[in-house]
């Protein structure tokens, strides 16, 4: 479950109504989770116009979070267009019809809050944290942004500067920045993820206002989007507010492209070597894993969790303090609402070949599938999975973010509640057998992330 520092790799981040029209739909969520879970409280209804509604009352603090996930990440652009669903991010900030150019970022710090936004393969989120009495505030800036956004030369050509600076800083000139685009470019073969959602800036170039235009009307719609607002709310004051900024918005009536590629089976180990500006060797092992939600997706979190989450993962264990041929290690499954990777990754230690980390890495994995683990082993990875669930809904903006991703990717913001009754489900023999089924050299594909100054030998 520790893939969030890995993940940030693939974000893109920013600058970092009538009453009555709601139907009837409304549903008040109180159900207690199992032993170790939560009991998080929230209400939910649809507007008219499909944007979905969640709200979660905490008046622990007079603070309010309001955020906006909208349905689009890189998987669903055209492949001559890729980046498109991290610029608009971007481009978004650049104001509406009633707010000023740059203005986002000022209005929310001049009233306290702050604000931020990412783009992930799956979807694109947009939030604010202010004090509570400036619920109105966020609430009619989500509502620009959704209906009213600027869009014109001058806002296009200052993002493009902005996304191609951003690329230099976190992809181009930041060591190992490419290794995520390796991986997809040569993991998947058909599906969309095989390109990260920094895309291509020619892409961008190339795009006429138009085609930004086309991918608005599109995709930020409400019938795409999910509005969670957590803190110190009450649904009396806030569902008002919500119909009079959103109700009134119009739904897309455009068609929502989803991609319907399916990954073919990889039936024979791939190999690629990288050079870059880097000053110790890399060895990567990326796998097809499992989407999000699904049973294999639980237990490869799980598995991962043995290999390389603390001092005593086995990856840390024997490849770092034993061993000594790795400086660095990691194992993390990207949280992907389709079929995505799973990576596993060591840095090596100075003198030592990638061929003897690689060698190390693979012995490690070798135990895995040929040997059960002990109790105390799954003792301890229940454990973990229990304490960071429990962390991850320790914060109302943690809150907020996951009842946001669980209705935008399965329709059941309830997960925030139920979903670490998932890995508990998943027994020692799930563990081999799911470790059987996808860590096969025929399943993967291995990098060499080796220095530029190796290229010439």
């Known amino acids: 479950m520790k893939f969030k520092a890995f993940y940030a790799l693939l974000l893109g981040t920013s600058l970092l109504a009538t009453p009555s029209m709601a139907q009837t739909k409304t549903a008040a969520t109180t159900a207690k989770g199992t032993a170790g879970q939560g009991n998080i409280k929230f209400t939910e209804f649809d507007l008219a116009n499909g944007l979905h509604v969640?709200?979660?009352?905490?008046?622990?603090?007079?603070?309010?979070?309001?955020?906006?996930?909208?349905?689009?990440?890189s998987k669903n652009e055209d492949p001559q267009r890729t980046g498109f669903a991290h610029f608009f991010e971007h481009l978004l900030f650049e104001g509406s019809e009633n707010i000023g150019r740059g203005e986002y970022m000022k209005l929310v710090q001049a009233n306290g809050g702050q604000l931020n936004a990412n783009t992930s393969q799956d979807r694109t989120f947009y939030f604010e944290t202010l004090p509570s009495n400036q619920l109105e505030l966020a609430l009619w800036m989500e509502s620009e942004r959704m209906f009213q956004a600027k869009i014109d030369d001058i806002g296009v050509e200052t993002q493009r500067k902005v996304v191609k600076e951003e690329k230099k800083q976190s992809f181009d000139n930041r060591p190992y920045g490419q290794l995520l685009n390796v991986v997809f470019d040569n993991l998947f073969t058909v599906h969309p993820y095989r390109w990260s959602p920094i895309g291509k800036e020619q892409y961008i170039d190339e795009a006429k206002i138009t085609e930004f235009m086309d991918f608005y009307k599109t995709f930020y719609v409400p019938n795409n989007a999910v509005l969670v607002i957590g803190g110190d709310i009450t649904e009396a004051t806030a569902r008002p507010l919500i119909e009079k900024y959103f109700a009134t918005i119009p739904k897309g009536t455009k068609e929502i492209p989803r991609p319907t590629q399916v990954?073919?089976?990889?039936?024979?180990?791939?190999?690629?070597?990288?050079?870059?500006?880097?000053?110790?060797?890399?060895?990567?092992?990326?796998?097809?894993?499992?989407?999000?939600?699904?049973?294999?997706?639980?237990a490869l979190q799980l598995l991962?969790?043995?290999?390389?989450?603390?001092?005593?993962?086995?990856?840390?264990?024997?490849?770092?303090?034993?061993?000594?041929?790795?400086?660095?290690?990691?194992?993390?499954?990207?949280?992907n609402e389709q079929p995505g990777a799973v990576m596993m990754f060591g840095i090596a230690n100075m003198g030592v070949k990638p061929e003897e980390l690689e060698k190390t890495m693979d012995a490690e994995i070798a135990k895995v599938l040929a040997t059960p683990l002990t109790d105390m082993e799954y003792k301890k990875l229940m454990n973990q999975a229990e304490n960071d669930f429990v962390s991850q809904n320790s914060r109302v903006a943690g809150i907020v973010e996951n009842l946001a991703t669980n209705y935008t990717y399965f329709r059941d913001a309830n997960l925030v509640n139920t979903e670490l009754s998932k890995y508990n489900k998943v027994t020692k023999e799930d563990l081999q057998r799911v470790a059987k089924k996808y860590f096969t050299k025929e399943n993967r594909l291995v990098v060499y992330y080796l220095p530029k100054a190796e290229e010439k030998k």
Do not use: C
């Open 263 to 298: 990954e073919p089976a990889q039936t024979a180990e791939k190999r690629v070597t990288f050079y870059d500006n880097v000053q110790l060797p890399a060895v990567i092992f990326a796998y097809h894993g499992a989407a999000m939600g699904t049973d294999d997706f639980y």
């Open 304 to 335: 991962n969790q043995l290999l390389s989450q603390g001092k005593s993962s086995r990856f840390q264990k024997e490849i770092v303090d034993k061993e000594q041929k790795a400086l660095a290690v990691g194992a993390f499954a990207l949280p």
């Open 54 to 73: 969640i709200l979660h009352e905490d008046h622990a603090t007079p603070i309010v979070t309001v955020s906006v996930m909208y349905h689009v990440g």
